[in-house]
């Protein structure tokens, strides 16, 4: 599937990502050299793969973990979530997200 990301510039890039691999979108973000620290390496608790969804087909429900963080973040906006905990399914061809600072 192909997803849309949007720079802190403004600009947008496009990126593949396979869907049979289990991937997540953060990893898709760091396997092209995106500027993620996602330091706690997927475990949604450190908020550091923060993006803002702007557009997208069916995403996942919020996950408990997810929703606790996103609520202590101060940028977090009503499409926030944690790219570590989307997962790159067919339903997420055409997803655009916005990088977002850190916590
Ligand atoms: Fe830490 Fe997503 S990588 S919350």
Redesign the pocket.
Known sequence: INLQVELPDGSRVTLEAPTDMGLSV?EVLKANELEVP????????????HVEVLQSGELPELGDDEAY?LETLPHATATSR????LRVTPALDGLVVRLMPEA
Do not use: K
């Not at 996602?38 to 793969?49: E, K, P, Q, R, S």
């Not at 944690?82 to 905990?85: A, E, G, H, K, N």
């Open positions: 953060m996602a330091i706690c390496g997927g475990m949604a608790i450190c908020a550091t793969c963080m944690l790219s570590c905990q």
